[in-house]
């Protein structure tokens, strides 16, 4: 059945491309499908303070809410298959729906650690549910060990510590978060984990899991075994694209996410994806992209379910992406492409608890870090937005030390 607008995935992309569609005018159907049994809900929150404050999750609309702007909802629902010719999805259960245009809003899945023992206490985080099960194990005195120091091994390290256990995250790289922030201000920003009384082990080789039935202990390369009652694994996430396989789309060749256009359509016609999932030119910035994080998924997926039903609203999806990680009551946040000539710190230092550092590439500001800077850092996104020069970002800022920042790297 259905037919209209089918936007597979029940997060925050696919449901603000429901409504944004609903809201410039769109009057045909509107089916939003996902796998889990819960409401869409506020995902960030998971790692930081719903672990450490035991706070009840946040759900970005009701059943009446949708239900008022006709937009019909089906949880615990799984797809298996796109059917291009068909123009249907097809379910787990065997199920057909038919669909006049689709978007694909199916997220990133955690990536699980190859070889792996059957063993409990070795979980990931990515849904309501699998922070559920880490809040109801965190407690004073556990010895916890985070696989991965990138933002969402960071922030659980984080929560775990508040809540008094003993945390040790195992990195395999040298620097951490070098793809996110690059070498310089990732270097920087670990060092608030021993700072806070947290061990982060950089180039750290997992040798094997013990444990009879349950985690007991980590053992590195080197010999070490370090005691783990519970082992988070925050080694990245992939696109959630499996289902695709047999539909002849594009996918990237590394990550196999949904290849796009600059207005968020894939290789099928009137089939459009949003979210985690979605490599697209955006043209701002100059490079094509893949972006998990909150900001991106809210804009993109209302531009697509905008670009998907409403031809005369059609526009490119352009932005300066943006986010923000908690870690140890201190705010990290980015904004703009960590792909730069030269990184400079404008204010502050790497071990200060307070610093700006800006990315530069020719004369132009590509990107900016701060920490513990929250005032400045949307100033410095409308630069970027605007592709002003880097000076204009130092006469911003005002730097103590004079016109020219410290260069750094």
Not at 41 to 68: F, I
Not at 133 to 149: E, K
Request: aromatic fraction near 6%; glycine fraction near 10%.
């Amino acid at each position: 059945m259905a037919g209209g607008l089918v936007i597979v995935g029940a997060s925050l992309s696919g449901l603000r491309a429901a409504q944004a569609a609903r809201r410039e005018g769109y009057e045909g159907a509107i089916t939003l499908i996902g796998d889990e049994t819960h409401l869409p809900y506020d995902r960030p929150p998971l790692s930081k303070a719903y672990l450490a404050e035991d706070g009840q999750p946040d759900y970005y609309v009701t059943e009446g809410e949708l239900a008022e702007q006709s937009i019909a909802l089906r949880l615990s629902t799984r797809v298996s298959e796109l059917d291009p010719d068909a123009r249907e999805i097809v379910l787990s259960d065997g199920e057909r729906v038919a669909f006049d245009e689709l978007i694909i809003a199916t997220g990133a899945s955690p990536r699980h650690l190859p070889g792996a023992p059957e063993l409990d206490g070795i979980v990931t985080l990515r849904t309501l549910d699998d922070a559920l099960a880490i809040r109801g194990r965190l407690r004073a005195g556990l010895d916890v060990v985070i696989i991965g120091a990138g933002f969402i091994g960071s922030e659980i390290a984080s929560s775990a510590h508040e809540k008094g256990a003993t945390v040790t995250i195992l990195e395999a790289a040298p620097v951490p978060l070098v793809r996110a922030v690059g070498e310089v201000v990732g270097a920087a920003i670990s060092t608030l984990h021993e700072r806070n009384g947290v061990r982060l082990v950089c180039g750290a080789k997992i040798e094997a899991l013990l444990g009879e039935g349950r985690i007991e202990a980590v053992e590195l390369a080197g010999g070490e075994r370090i005691p783990a009652d519970l082992v988070v694994v925050g080694i990245g996430a992939a696109p959630a694209t499996s289902w695709l396989a047999s539909s002849g789309i594009e996918l990237h060749p590394i990550d196999g996410g949904v290849v796009c256009n600059a207005y968020l359509q894939s290789s099928i016609p009137g089939v459009y994806a949003a979210g985690d999932v979605t490599h697209w030119p955006n043209g701002v910035m100059d490079i094509t992209m893949r972006l998990e994080n909150w900001t991106s998924a809210a804009d993109q997926g209302a531009r697509a379910g905008i670009n998907a039903v409403l031809p005369d609203k059609r526009a490119p999806f352009e932005t300066v992406p943006y986010f923000w990680s908690d870690w140890y009551k201190s705010r990290i946040q980015f904004v703009g492409s960590a792909t730069a000539e030269s990184v400079s710190f404008a204010s502050g230092g790497p071990e200060e608890d307070k610093f700006v550092a800006l990315y530069r590439t020719g004369d132009r500001l590509v990107g900016a870090a701060t920490l513990n800077e929250q005032r400045k850092i949307m100033k410095l996104r409308r630069l970027i937005q605007q592709r002003a020069p880097y000076t204009d970002a130092l006469a911003l800022l005002e730097p103590a030390d004079g016109d020219v920042a410290r260069l750094s790297a």
